[in-house]
């Protein structure tokens, strides 16, 4: 059997970041233990925005070449996303309990994420909601172009529109890095991590798919794309 030794470095990789997120990063000023929630927090809602980003640009690829296989990677992409969009979520709301004593507030940033939520499981019932292939990859392009353009407004824009509790530990008042250097080596690790995460297992799904849409005749891709 072949060892894949980079699986293996992930796993040491998340390992040793989620020992070090607890014995060697410091706590930050007012957030107490809840700093912890960071080291998961804001890098699955990272991903978030990078799946679903990867799902906007294999929709637009679809509608420019009609190929079936950037159908299946603008798929994959969008589920991926919304378990990583699920996964903010629950962090988001471990936090807001031990901050305020609800799980869920409707702080803006909740709002807007449970937004997301809804937007891109809209995505997955138009998929379950039409049969034919072409059909369904057309219109599913189309509406993968438009929640890739609400996503970062509902992340990055919608929330500082209105006055949210939700801190920033990461950056101060004037916009400038404020983070105690091993918090910031231990948040950079983490964000590597699930990040490779991410493309891992996208990786793994598109094959899959790939693999499926060949044995079914729907798609004939090169012999590079059938090995990858």
């Not at 960071?38 to 980003?53: D, G, K, Q, R, S």
């Not at 530990?169 to 699930?194: C, D, T, W, Y």
């Not at 493309?199 to 798919?209: G, K």
Request: net charge positive.
């Amino acid at each position: 059997m072949r060892i894949v030794w980079w699986r293996w470095g992930l796993f040491l990789w998340m390992a040793v970041m989620t020992v070090a997120a607890f014995l060697y990063a410091p706590l930050a000023k007012k957030l107490y233990e809840q700093t912890r929630i960071i080291y998961w927090h804001i890098p699955v809602a990272w991903v978030t925005l990078v799946a679903f980003l990867v799902a906007g640009w294999h929709s637009w690829r679809y509608l420019k070449t009609r190929d079936l296989a950037s159908d299946a990677r603008a798929a994959v992409a969008t589920e991926l996303g919304l378990v990583f969009c699920a996964l903010a979520t629950v962090t988001g709301a471990i936090f807001s309990k031990g901050m305020w004593g609800s799980y869920w507030n409707w702080d803006p940033r909740q709002t807007s994420i449970f937004f997301l939520l809804l937007v891109y499981a809209a995505a997955l019932t138009l998929r379950a909601a039409v049969e034919d292939p072409t059909r369904k990859a057309r219109l599913s392009a189309v509406y993968g172009l438009f929640s890739a353009a609400v996503t970062p407004l509902l992340l990055f824009v919608v929330p500082r529109l209105f006055f949210s509790l939700h801190p920033d530990p990461i950056v101060n008042a004037s916009g400038k890095l404020e983070m105690h250097p091993r918090m910031f080596q231990v948040f950079m690790a983490s964000l590597v991590g699930f990040t490779v995460l991410f493309f891992w297992v996208y990786a793994l799904d598109v094959r899959i798919r790939l693999h499926r849409l060949a044995r079914e005749g729907a798609w004939t891709g090169s012999g590079k794309d059938r090995a990858a």
